[in-house]
């Protein structure tokens, strides 16, 4: 596994997004962090670094969104509320996890059966007020590319 860190205010959202938009590897991406942290937030910055017009909204009682990219599609999942696997089922989760579509997966633990092994983890953390850590954790079992493990502040 690699981590990038980055520590920063919001106000410099759109180049962090940016920076790890160009560290992906992976069309699967974790977003971990505590309810409230900025995960739907720094979402809508990835969809803005992805040229979409669309705005991310926490998709909580839908479960899944969906946002148009110029020659894409990004499915925005909050899987909060699942209480099982079954669930998840339910909704035709397999159709999206074969899609070859983008997934951003909000409280991914709820069906950590389920999540693709290429997988890359964004973990958001509220420092203070305006202020976040974002940490991208990468697999190096699928890495094409070599990243080292940095610290970035803005």
């Known amino acids: 596994m690699k981590t990038i860190e980055f520590t920063y205010?919001?106000?410099?959202?759109?180049a962090i997004a940016s920076s790890v938009?160009?560290?992906?590897?992976?069309k699967t991406v974790l977003f971990n962090g505590s309810m409230g942290s900025g995960k739907t937030t720094f979402i809508n910055a990835l969809l803005r670094a992805m040229q979409s017009n669309d705005?991310?909204?926490?998709?909580t009682f839908s479960i899944v969104n969906e946002y148009v990219l110029p020659n894409d599609k990004v499915y925005h999942f909050d899987f909060y509320r699942i209480e099982?696997?079954?669930e998840?089922?339910?909704f035709g989760i397999?159709?999206?996890l074969s899609s070859n579509h983008w997934l951003f997966m909000e409280w991914p633990e709820r069906i950590e059966d389920l999540i693709p092994e290429d997988s890359q983890t964004i973990t958001i953390t509220d420092l203070d007020t305006n202020i976040r850590s974002l940490k991208l954790t990468i697999s190096?079992?699928?890495?094409?590319?070599n990243i080292a493990m940095?610290?970035?502040?803005?």
């Open 150 to 154: 940095k610290t970035v502040k803005f």
């Open 94 to 96: 397999e159709d999206y």
């Open 140 to 145: 190096t079992n699928h890495l094409t590319k």
């Open 88 to 90: 998840a089922y339910n």
């Open 9 to 14: 205010h919001l106000k410099d959202i759109d």
């Open 21 to 26: 938009l160009e560290h992906l590897d992976s």
């Open 84 to 86: 099982s696997l079954d």
């Open 55 to 59: 705005v991310a909204t926490s998709p």
